[in-house]
């Protein structure tokens, strides 16, 4: 009798992304562009904030998540999320339809193959004080990114909260900002908060964003 050894060699571990923010696009019409220098496997995310429309997810695209006010006027807020692919980058795409547009798209490096969006919390108001849930990023894994969004139309847009943004990025006319915190390991549950309470058809969205 022969004794037969198989001998197994040891798997190395699958190698996460390693994300980081690479570049901002900002529009206030109905359409954006993504970056020329967005590149393959990069995580785009883009917040649409409009007025007397339709939401419209970009093809392609997914959506994290939407909310909608009708007070004065007929608000919505949306964010959509995409691991670009080799033609992406400089691509016009298509959001709602509605005649007060405020967008950006963040772009995040990392040679991703997927990206999901989760945990999202929003809250809308007309001339109102703006409260939302923790976005419990702590629920996902490592890499995730955290994306806070508050849109205010007539005053200057402040994020606030006991936790703090990577970065706070600016869109049109300083009424729009987005939030984001990378986590490339240890997640942990994150406050998006504002003390904004006189704004016409204000949204304050939060959500994370998992990537593989």
Known sequence: MFNRRILIGSVSPPVLPTVAFRVKATSNANTITIPASAQSGDIAVVVNHDRNGVFSTPAGWALVG????????????????????????????????????????????????????????????????????????VAGSAPLIVIGHLTVDN?????????????????????????????????????????????????LQGCFIQVA
Do not use: C
């Open 155 to 203: 005053n200057m847009a402040a994020l606030a909260g006991s936790d703090t943004f990577d970065a706070e990025e600016e869109g049109h006319n300083n009424r729009q900002l987005v939030g984001y915190k990378i986590f490339n390991s240890s997640p942990s549950n994150f406050t998006v908060a504002t003390s904004e309470t006189n704004g016409r058809g204000s949204a």
């Open 66 to 137: 939407q909310d909608t006010l009708s007070a004065s006027d007929d608000w919505y807020s949306a964010i959509y999320v995409k691991v670009l692919s080799g033609g992406d980058p400089s691509t016009l795409i298509t959001l709602g339809s509605g005649d007060r547009s405020k967008n950006i798209m963040l772009v995040f490096s990392g040679g991703a193959s997927s990206a999901t969006g989760n945990s999202f919390v929003t809250d809308m108001q007309e001339q109102a004080a703006l409260s939302i849930s923790d976005v419990t990023s």
